[in-house]
């Protein structure tokens, strides 16, 4: 047993990665943490922010869990984390989209709601990830 809560607790804030991929589709990005803030460089060289979880020490190697629907894209007004991204591909399903996108370096999925998917294959897009959704998780080896 890796945590006992209430489902969404678990959802949003599963207490490692184990427990955050079992629960659900999560893209996993590479990165460094900077300090206890929770500014991590990812392998692309940008900085982004995070919620740290336990184990992760500044320095340290981790691995930051997203899950595709909390990607954000063609966002609306300003915050952090924020960063230009490419479709690279798409799968329309009726009621959501589901995108590739080149973002950060890697190819990362992005859910999107709704009956229309709104971006071509090859169309740039601002993506925002929001802070308190990332997870930062030591990596372990």
Known sequence: LLQLDTPPEIYNHPADLFVAGFTGATNVLDGKLLDRDGTVEVASGEKLRARIADGATV??????????????????????????????????????????????????????????????????????????????????D
């Open 59 to 140: 320095g340290s190697a981790v691995k930051v869990a997203l899950r595709p629907d909390n990607v954000v894209l063609a966002p609306t007004g300003e915050g952090s984390n924020r960063f230009a991204g490419q479709v690279v591909d798409r799968h329309y399903q009726g009621t959501q989209t589901v995108y590739q996108l080149s973002l950060l370096g890697v190819t990362v999925e992005a859910q999107e709601s709704g009956s229309a998917a709104r971006h071509a294959e090859g169309a740039d897009v601002t993506v925002a990830l929001p802070p308190d959704v990332l997870w930062a998780y030591p990596r372990a």
